[in-house]
């Protein structure tokens, strides 16, 4: 693990390559690190590497291919500036992927065999969804999924208000349990976007969170637990665990 460190340009480019590590490293973790240049480069990964996570601040990171093929978890956070990552450089075996403010990035496909798939303000059109898909986290993205498969059983959907709500799947996933559907007021704009209509919830459901949007539809009888925040002002009829003014949480 690598915590607030420095690395130095050594090339004429200005870029600055991370010493290449040993094979046997099972989990590389970079965070709040630095560079005398604008680029922080990871080349050469072992193959026995399973865990990526890179947590940046106004670095670029490139990774230079080919990315592990061993390789079963990438958490990249970053803050404006971009990272390398796209789909054709994923590994067929990648069971997470978790990308938080990487807008510049750009999936055009994904993993095979991929589980967790988090994205935050990803600016791009979303591709078709793997079937092996157990968790789906959207926040604050651009792009929406018409269509979920079924094995999927946790979604999260968050926005900031002003900005339109994303939209609900045209057909819930067969097995989904837990459903999160998020907004948060930006300063002074609670009443200047018009409020999303829930008019149908899975019957499957265990879990729901629910935050400024009208919920039309009746809970299902497999509902355990209700999460609600201050924006959300419905009536419900519910006799499981409920918790009021709950504060946003990244599922």
């Not at 990035?105 to 078709?128: A, D």
Request: charged content about 25%.
């Amino acid at each position: 693990e690598f915590e607030d460190c420095f690395f130095e340009s050594n090339d004429v480019s200005g870029r600055a390559t991370v010493p290449s590590f040993p094979e046997g490293l099972i989990s590389l973790e970079v965070r709040e690190c630095w560079c005398d240049s604008g680029v922080m480069v990871f080349s050469s990964m072992p193959e026995s590497l399973r865990l990526i996570n890179i947590q940046m601040v106004q670095r670029h990171v490139h990774f230079e291919p080919p990315l592990p093929s061993h390789l079963e978890a990438i958490h990249v956070s970053m803050r404006d500036c971009a990272v390398n990552i796209n789909g054709g450089m994923l590994p067929a075996g990648l069971r997470v992927l978790d990308l938080s403010r990487c807008a510049r990035m750009q999936l055009n496909e994904l993993p095979p065999g991929l589980r967790v798939l988090k994205l935050h303000k990803y600016e791009h059109p979303l591709r078709p969804l793997p079937d092996t898909l157990e968790t789906l986290v959207l926040d604050k993205c651009t792009g929406h999924i018409a269509e979920l498969p079924d094995s999927v059983r946790s979604l999260a959907l968050y926005w900031q208000t002003p900005e339109p709500a994303p939209p609900l799947p045209a057909r819930w996933p067969a097995h989904l349990e837990r459903l999160v559907y998020w907004s948060k007021s930006a300063s002074g704009e609670a009443g200047s976007a018009p409020m999303p209509i829930i008019e149908r919830l899975p019957p499957t459901l265990r879990y729901l969170e629910l935050n400024r949007c009208e919920l039309r539809a009746r809970l299902p009888k497999t509902l355990q637990e209700l999460r609600v925040g201050r924006e959300f002002t419905d009536r419900v009829d519910f006799t499981g665990r409920v918790v009021l003014n709950a504060r946003k949480r990244i599922a």
